[in-house]
């Protein structure tokens, strides 16, 4: 059998098994990846029964089925032109006028290359460089405030545009690399190493050469300063756009987040002070009833670390289980841990065979 | 000259459709696996404070208890029941059969009130607090600790500053020099501004980490996993086995701004702990002054943590019985490989038992 007689079975394959579906849901053209769609088409019959905290899982599964079964058709009708047609998609992702929206055509790799674009985006807040800003004449008189507010928009959107490009690429170049490294390898097959005779196979192999190339790349300062670049220009853009929500809470008297953060900020350290303060009136409270003249505050801190407040024992009690002691002890407890607290300073912790 | 590649239409055919009998004939199981349970071991809390809970876990009966309670500290990031995954993946229940007496920090979900959250609050407040605890409901000056991950990284700054708390100490996967060649979460963070970063989102966003974790193998991690996921799937067991792994990888809390801050500031940027730079509540961390008895784990085969991150422990403290253990595995298998239920754990416990008579 030949690969074109392949599709066309498939093709067959599919009008006849998605025959009155497909006039019930108006498809027109035959699909490009039969198998896929009789897949996809299965899974939305019997996904329904699926607990839902699993779909996703399967369908990341069939996601990744569908791919490999794809790359195999593609590489077992001729393996040179696949790497050709791959080498092509990352060139023109790797052009000076690529944008995001040519991450699809790089996430032609196992679909993952689009994943860092994608999530930075999410941190976006959904929106695009660039999105609904014209460049704006200089700012003068009334509004002019607002209007620097909107050309630093402007300026950090474009430098974050930019650093989204530069990010990209490096992945489209790093594809490039993948497509090179995996036509060595199957080069060497051809010398007289096995082939590779099935579709997983195959996979495997392409996200082993991906892995490795992934792997010498991402650690290049080249890709350091990129990485950082777009996290920093990410979270500019950002800021600045919080910065611009907080004007416009503050306006109509509402919270903004400066001032909740001031807040929280606040909070721990009153927190942390207090509790500072508790353990000072817990030492106290021990020296008092062990009936000595209350240390220093600051030595006692030195002295016991976080402040001292334990009381222990002058001998370790071994017991089968953990004891609570009742507060009617704690008087007692309090003077013997005094004592002891001394002589485990003087042990600095040394002994422990 | 050979073929490459010899996957013919007819071959092809077979596959998919052996992939999709499989497939089908797996897929049951999905609908029949139930709940996928988490921390399997019988616990009881003895403390709490804000989001913090500190678990205890009990030897079975009848088994020679080491009489020093051995205190668990995780890391902020993921969950700590990857120590207690399932019955016969359990670093806990290890630890426990063989007569360790377990404590375990469980950190919680840090949310936006607790974004100023410093290392300070974390390693001399709740960590202090917790040990305090422990040595109250024991009646003993020191107990043993064992600290995994960035949990060990807090463990080892506690311990330098707390010496006379601390009787012996166990590190597992701890980095302990965050700069080495081969640590790559190390080389993406120089050049990103963490203020900035923490005065834009606050808390860290867990997603992002997540994120993080999966571009250092991304191919690996985000596809070729799920692929392989239908050789699981027809057996119950190991489709359970996944779903509770799938379960903890993205299971991971926001961390609090302040102390994620500082932490990739003070240890990832400044490699603080081997430049001896790190300060907690104004004290300066000098690991000359951990002199109790110390073991370090890690493993051979850790992305995350490199070995030689962890190695780098050895002759920078003042302890004079330092042991090292290598495991041939990486930053999971360490807790969960079968390898380790049978070798780690019982060697940290013989380790612990033998310096705690």
Redesign the interface.
Known sequence: MEWDDWVGLQQAYWERWSEFGRRAMGLEQPPADPWRQAMEHWWSAVSPGVPEQFRGLVEKMLDQSGRAFELAREAGAGWESMLRRLEEEFRRAGTPAAGPDDAGAVGSLLGLWSLPLTLWQEFAGGMQPGEGLLPLPPALGFGREQQEHLQEQLRLYQAWQQALQAYQHFFADLGLRCVGRMEQRLRQRQEGQAPIESGRALYDEWTSVCEEVYAERVSTPEYVHLHGELVNAMMRVRRHLGEGMDRQLALLGLPTRRGLRSLQQRVQQDRRELRALRAEVDALRRDLAAGQPAQEAGSRRRATGAGGKVAVRKKAVVRKKPVVRKKATARNRAATGKRKSATGRAGGGRSGK | ?????????????A??AD??RR??AG?PN??Q?GG?ESGVTASEV?YREDKLTLR?Y?PPPGVP?N???LMIVYALVNRPYMLDLQEDRSTIRNLLAAGQ?VYLVDWGYPD??D????L??YI??YM??CL?R?????????INLLGVCQGGSFSLCYTA????????LVTMVTPVDFQTP?N?LS??V????VD??V????NIPGE?LN?TF??L????L???K??H??DLLEDPRRLKNF?RM?KWIFDSPDQAG?AFRQFIQWFYQRNGLIEGTVEIGGRRVDLGEI???LLNVYGEQDHLVPPDASRALRGRTGSD?YTEIAFPGGHIGIYVSGRAQKQVTPAVADWLD??SR
């Not at chain 2, 005065?199 to 606050?202: C, H, V």
Request: charged share 30%.
């Open positions: 000259m050979s073929d490459a590649i010899r996957i013919t239409p007819e071959s092809l055919a596959e998919m992939h999709a497939l089908a897929l999905l609908f696996v996928v003895v205890h009990s208890r009489p020093v309670p007496e936006e009130a974004a100023f959250l410093a300070e609050d001399d407040g202090d607090r305090d422990i040595r109250r409901l024991h009646g003993l000056d020191r500053l707390h010496p006379g708390k601390v009787r012996n081969d790559l080389a993406w120089q050049a990103m501004d900035l970063l005065d834009t989102l606050g992002l994120w999966l571009s193998k991304p191919f690996a985000t596809g070729q799920y692929l996921l239908l779903l799938e302040e002199r109790c008895p019985d033998r310096r």
